[in-house]
């Protein structure tokens, strides 16, 4: 799944360049996608990417304390719901770490997550995220693969920046799931995991 992610990129790049020239226009006629001049909470849908360092820790009964910090990436759908609102759904995974013969990977991820923005200007609008994540973390010992499929509750914050009316760029920091529990890995039992994320994001805003 994680291979991808890169099409996704660079399609999306592609897609990017004569698009951003585009006369950017909103649903309900707001002549600057990056503001809701009306105040009438409009819907502006957004689609991008994000890449980076993806954290995968894991503690177990028998005195395992893995932390190793790996590659990864995600693409989101988003809609923002005027100024100060909005939701988003993204899709992704990471490649794997290693620490003696234990390997861990996030084989793929999906959030489901509530967005709280705080515009600053007109370009600069730093935002915070609360809601869900459901991956499926995988452990593999020796060559013998185990693996399980959670849900956990994330946050994390971060900033856009409209680099075009219809195009920005930003940063985050996401904690996608804190402790949760996977229970029997394998042959070891308390099985914890946590899993974040330091990304660089680029939208485009429709």
């Known amino acids: 799944m994680f291979k991808y992610l890169h099409i996704t990129l660079a399609t999306l790049?592609?897609?990017a360049i004569p698009l951003a020239n585009a006369q950017a226009q909103d649903f309900d006629g707001d002549s600057d996608l990056r503001i809701d001049s009306d105040n009438d909470f409009d819907i502006r849908p957004y689609a991008g990417v994000g890449i980076g360092?993806?954290?995968?820790?894991?503690?177990?009964?028998?005195g395992l304390s893995m932390k190793k910090t790996v590659f990864g990436g995600y693409g989101k759908f988003g809609a923002d719901i005027g100024d100060y609102l909005?939701?988003?759904?993204?899709i992704g995974s990471s490649s794997s770490g290693t620490k003696g013969n234990v390997k861990l990977s996030d084989s793929y991820f999906?959030?489901?997550l509530?967005?709280?923005q705080f515009p600053v200007t007109v370009d600069f609008k730093p935002y915070a995220m609360l809601g869900g994540t459901t991956a499926k973390f995988k452990k593999t010992v020796g060559g013998v693969e185990s693996s399980k499929s959670k849900t956990g509750f994330s946050y994390g914050f971060g900033a856009d920046y409209y680099i075009q009316d219809n195009l920005s760029l930003g940063?985050?920091?996401m904690q996608y799931w804190s402790n949760?529990?996977?229970?029997?890995l394998g042959?070891?039992?308390g099985n914890k995991a946590k899993l974040w994320s330091a990304t660089a994001t680029m939208s485009y805003h429709f």
Not at 53 to 62: H, I, S, W
Not at 86 to 90: N, T
Request: proline share 0%.
């Open 114 to 116: 509530a967005k709280f």
């Open 180 to 184: 949760v529990k996977l229970g029997t």
């Open 171 to 173: 940063g985050e920091w």
């Open 53 to 62: 360092a993806f954290g995968l820790e894991l503690k177990d009964n028998t």
């Open 86 to 90: 909005g939701a988003e759904l993204r």
């Open 187 to 189: 042959t070891t039992t």
């Open 110 to 112: 999906i959030s489901y």
């Open 13 to 15: 790049c592609l897609l």
